[in-house]
């Protein structure tokens, strides 16, 4: 009677969690949550120890290995049993030597990824405006055997209703006229110089390509009108197979837990600085939000898989890697939502990719939180793009999620060159992401209904048709429909 006495009341107290934490709106979970991450949040101080004693996170290189295993750290030590390393092999890049010279006078500049092992090339430079299919198009010879120079955004004195292409679609374009050689220049004032992929595919270009600044590339430009110009470009890179792993640490669901919801950021950056707004601001506030689950004991409906992804900024390689694997093992359909967090910081609202069923879930969702700070302004948006570790699962039909940051738009400016250092990021900010980001993700892995699902094949490609993102992925060799 004595045990049977014990029992009952072990159920009972059970019973009576349940019964309140259910009976809890979601107003006053979010307080909670909001109280907990604001007093507790390590998003800042874990980024700040990783810049401190990492530096840059690139992908197969020492530093990268050693951020992989930081991540895993921080999951255990914020309480996760299930972290695992899910491990890939890809053939990465890693820059060696460059310089430029232009009509005999050295030029700063900096190699674009993938750029080759080795090159050497000497041509005239051909001014090709914004780079686009376009400025090819009244003379698609204009680039044979010569160096193609454009500007990596859209030209101020450009006509109207111009979509700017991808550094590296612009990069695959000048490859197909023929081009022996790339020259892009940066549209940051102050000399910042930009690095990042020019491949489209991740793999190796037979041509090389470089990054100027915005004061040099304009005064070239200038020149081109009235006179001649010859570059000679020189370089040396590496490029190897290596072993490198995304981090994954998961929540089960409570009662759906064969159905997953993904929130990922990648871990990854490149080598001239520690990549904290690319991506340290996402990435570190996913491990954040990861704590804040546990912190606040939330055990949503579905499973949350919360991923450190690498390789994104070489081609998307760990989140290739981890869809291929759930196509390959049939999981791919138990990931209902991919939520990625890009630069992203400071949201004020939410965008959702994919075909909605329920905008507003999201609206009321987004009204929650606004309950909680009104400097989340709820705006919504439903529109998808590229280059970035949500493609790959947007690409299979899977609905995607992320925010609507509100940024020092200057901080940008540093984006894949040699001043994304810690010194940009702001505790505020890369907190708030926390806050919101974790409201949002349990709101979503804790639905009734699921504000969408996954779109089959036919409705994939009519999504990204939609988003005018056919031309690109055509360019990026990701177009998977027959026409």
Same mark, same amino acid.
């Given at each position: 009677?004595?045990?049977?006495?014990?029992?009952?009341?072990?159920?009972?107290?059970?019973?009576?969690?349940?019964?309140?934490?259910?009976?809890?709106?979601?107003?006053?979970?979010?307080?909670?949550?909001?109280?907990?991450?604001?007093?507790?949040?390590?998003?800042?101080?874990?980024?700040?120890?990783?810049?401190?004693?990492?530096?840059?996170?690139?992908?197969?290189?020492?530093?990268?290995?050693?951020?992989?295993?930081?991540?895993?750290?921080?999951?255990?030590?914020?309480?996760?049993?299930?972290?695992?390393?899910?491990?890939?092999?890809?053939?990465?890049?890693?820059?060696?030597?460059?310089?430029?010279?232009?009509?005999?006078?050295? +030029?700063?500049? @900096? !190699?674009?990824?993938?750029? &080759?092992?080795? =090159?050497?090339?000497? $041509?005239?430079?051909?001014? *090709?405006?914004?780079?686009?299919?376009?400025?090819?198009?009244?003379?698609?010879?204009?680039?044979?055997?010569?160096?193609?120079?454009?500007?990596?955004?859209?030209?101020?004195?450009?006509?109207?209703?111009?979509?700017?292409?991808?550094?590296?679609?612009?990069?695959?374009?000048?490859?197909?006229?023929?081009?022996?050689?790339?020259?892009?220049?940066?549209?940051?004032?102050?000399?910042?110089?930009?690095?990042? +992929?020019?491949? @489209? !595919?991740?793999?190796?270009? &037979?041509?090389? =390509?470089?990054?100027? $600044?915005?004061?040099?590339? *304009?005064?070239?430009?200038?020149?081109?009108?009235?006179?001649?110009?010859?570059?000679?470009?020189?370089?040396?890179?590496?490029?190897?197979?290596?072993?490198?792993?995304?981090?994954?640490?998961?929540?089960?669901?409570?009662?759906?837990?064969?159905?997953?919801?993904?929130?990922?950021?990648?871990?990854?950056?490149?080598?001239?600085?520690?990549?904290?707004?690319?991506?340290?601001?996402?990435?570190?506030?996913?491990?954040?939000?990861?704590?804040?689950?546990?912190?606040?004991?939330?055990?949503?409906?579905?499973?949350?898989?919360?991923? *450190?992804?690498?390789?994104?900024?070489?081609?998307?390689?760990?989140?290739?890697?981890?869809?291929?694997?759930?196509?390959?093992?049939?999981?791919?359909?138990?990931?209902?939502?991919?939520?990625?967090?890009?630069?992203?910081?400071?949201?004020?609202?939410?965008?959702?990719?994919?075909?909605?069923?329920?905008?507003?879930?999201?609206?009321?969702?987004?009204?929650?939180?606004?309950?909680?700070?009104?400097?989340?302004?709820?705006?919504?948006?439903?529109?998808?793009?590229?280059?970035?570790?949500?493609?790959?699962?947007?690409?299979?039909?899977?609905?995607?999620?992320?925010?609507?940051?509100?940024?020092?738009?200057?901080?940008?400016?540093?984006?894949?060159?040699?001043?994304?250092?810690?010194?940009?990021?702001?505790?505020?900010?890369?907190?708030?992401?926390?806050?919101?980001?974790?409201?949002?993700?349990?709101?979503?892995?804790?639905?009734?209904?699921?504000?969408?699902?996954?779109?089959?094949?036919?409705?994939?490609?009519?999504?990204?048709?939609?988003?005018?993102?056919?031309?690109?992925?055509?360019?990026?060799?990701?177009?998977?429909?027959?026409?």
């Amino acid at each position: 009677m004595k045990k049977l006495g014990i029992l009952l009341i072990i159920a009972f107290i059970t019973f009576s969690c349940a019964k309140e934490e259910k009976a809890l709106s979601n107003a006053e979970l979010f307080a909670k949550i909001d109280t907990e991450i604001k007093a507790n949040s390590q998003a800042y101080k874990d980024l700040k120890v990783a810049s401190e004693t990492i530096g840059h996170r690139l992908t197969g290189s020492e530093n990268g290995a050693k951020a992989e295993t930081f991540a895993y750290n921080k999951f255990k030590e914020y309480g996760f049993d299930d972290v695992v390393y899910q491990p890939f092999a890809v053939e990465a890049w890693s820059r060696g030597d460059v310089s430029l010279e232009i009509d005999g006078n050295d +030029t700063k500049v @900096v !190699t674009l990824g993938h750029s &080759p092992v080795e =090159a050497k090339v000497t $041509g005239n430079i051909v001014d *090709m405006g914004n780079g686009l299919e376009a400025d090819y198009a009244a003379n698609p010879d204009a680039v044979k055997g010569k160096i193609a120079l454009m500007y990596i955004g859209i030209l101020p004195d450009s006509g109207e209703g111009l979509t700017n292409l991808h550094r590296s679609e612009k990069s695959a374009i000048a490859i197909k006229y023929g081009a022996i050689g790339i020259i892009i220049i940066n549209q940051v004032d102050n000399g910042v110089l930009l690095t990042g +992929t020019a491949s @489209v !595919t991740g793999a190796l270009l &037979p041509i090389p =390509a470089m990054c100027i $600044g915005k004061e040099d590339g *304009m005064a070239l430009k200038e020149k081109l009108k009235t006179s001649s110009s010859t570059a000679t470009i020189s370089m040396t890179n590496n490029s190897s197979m290596i072993n490198a792993r995304n981090v994954v640490a998961t929540i089960k669901g409570s009662e759906i837990p064969e159905e997953e919801i993904v929130i990922g950021g990648h871990l990854d950056s490149w080598d001239l600085a520690t990549g904290a707004i690319d991506n340290g601001i996402g990435s570190f506030a996913v491990i954040d939000i990861a704590r804040a689950f546990q912190a606040n004991n939330l055990k949503p409906k579905r499973t949350v898989k919360f991923v *450190m992804f690498m390789g994104e900024e070489q081609g998307l390689f760990g989140s290739r890697h981890m869809v291929a694997e759930a196509v390959k093992e049939g999981s791919i359909d138990k990931i209902k939502y991919m939520m990625n967090l890009d630069m992203a910081g400071n949201p004020v609202g939410m965008n959702a990719g994919g075909q909605l069923n329920d905008e507003k879930f999201f609206t009321e969702l987004g009204a929650t939180i606004q309950q909680q700070d009104s400097i989340f302004k709820n705006s919504f948006s439903n529109r998808s793009g590229l280059h970035s570790d949500h493609q790959p699962f947007m690409l299979e039909g899977v609905p995607i999620l992320s925010v609507h940051s509100n940024l020092d738009r200057s901080i940008y400016g540093c984006y894949h060159s040699d001043c994304d250092d810690f010194d940009l990021v702001n505790e505020e900010h890369i907190t708030n992401t926390a806050r919101f980001g974790t409201m949002i993700l349990y709101g979503l892995a804790n639905a009734e209904t699921l504000p969408a699902t996954k779109m089959d094949s036919e409705t994939t490609k009519e999504f990204m048709i939609k988003n005018n993102l056919k031309e690109k992925l055509i360019i990026g060799g990701d177009w998977k429909w027959e026409e």
